[in-house]
């Protein structure tokens, strides 16, 4: 089963959203950046489409430092989508 949670990295005043798997594996993953949260990556397991970004490249089992804020897959979702609009209409 899917667990939801964000993390925030001040020194790139970011915030990460992350769906994870059983196998810890980042399954989909949105980064915001700045006071505005900005999207700036709205990526997605074995999706190509670089215009997304790209999921991170090891399991959240193996990282160090990060403070995991649970959500709820509704918190998720909102963020998701609101970002994949925003960074779609970057192309259009």
Do not use: N
């Amino acid at each position: 089963m899917a667990r939801w949670f964000r993390s925030y990295w001040d020194e790139e005043d970011r915030w990460f959203y992350f769906e994870v798997g059983d196998d810890g594996w980042v399954s989909r993953q949105v980064e915001l950046e700045g006071p505005a949260l900005r999207p700036v990556e709205a990526a997605s397991a074995g999706e190509d489409d670089v215009r997304y970004g790209f999921t991170a490249e090891s399991p959240v089992t193996g990282w160090e430092g990060h403070v995991e804020e649970p959500l709820a897959l509704r918190e998720f979702e909102d963020v998701w989508a609101t970002a994949r609009r925003y960074l779609a209409a970057l192309e259009a």
